[in-house]
């Protein structure tokens, strides 16, 4: 029988990430179509981002993406700690979204801080590292051919 939250129907030993995959989309009585994308930098049970460099990859995407988007409503980390959701209002190609995400990435690498990471706009400034997040986004560009293979 399948599960409320589409993740737990999703079978993490068959995915390769890393990946982008329409992880849901919804019609919205409006008439908005709100699409959440699945990023993926690691590998399920294989591997995971480390918390301060999940945070910071957290504040710096955020913050960036919205540069190139007015159409972003969010992008959450996963509790797996082995990517993120990224939430778009608006119906958009995949491969815009990729570039979307390769573009964000390429920002967070070339970042010179981590916007935001104060005592006064983070709950917890401690727990960053500039240098964590942009080696996990070089690492997730390398791959970027990769990216709408979801399965193994």
Known sequence: MP????????????????????????????????????????????????????????HTFAEHVRNHSGDVVDFSPMGCQTGFYLLLVGDHPYDDVLDLVETTLRDVVAATEVPAANETQCGWAASHTLAGAQEAARRMLARRDEWAQVEA
Do not use: I, W
């Open 3 to 58: 599960m409320n939250v589409e993740s737990f129907n999703l079978d993490h030993r068959t995915v390769a990430a890393p990946y982008v995959r329409v992880a849901d989309t919804k019609h919205l009585p409006g008439g908005d179509v709100l699409t959440k994308y699945d990023v993926r930098f690691c590998q399920p049970n294989a591997e995971h981002l480390e918390m301060p460099v999940v945070h910071s990859l957290e």
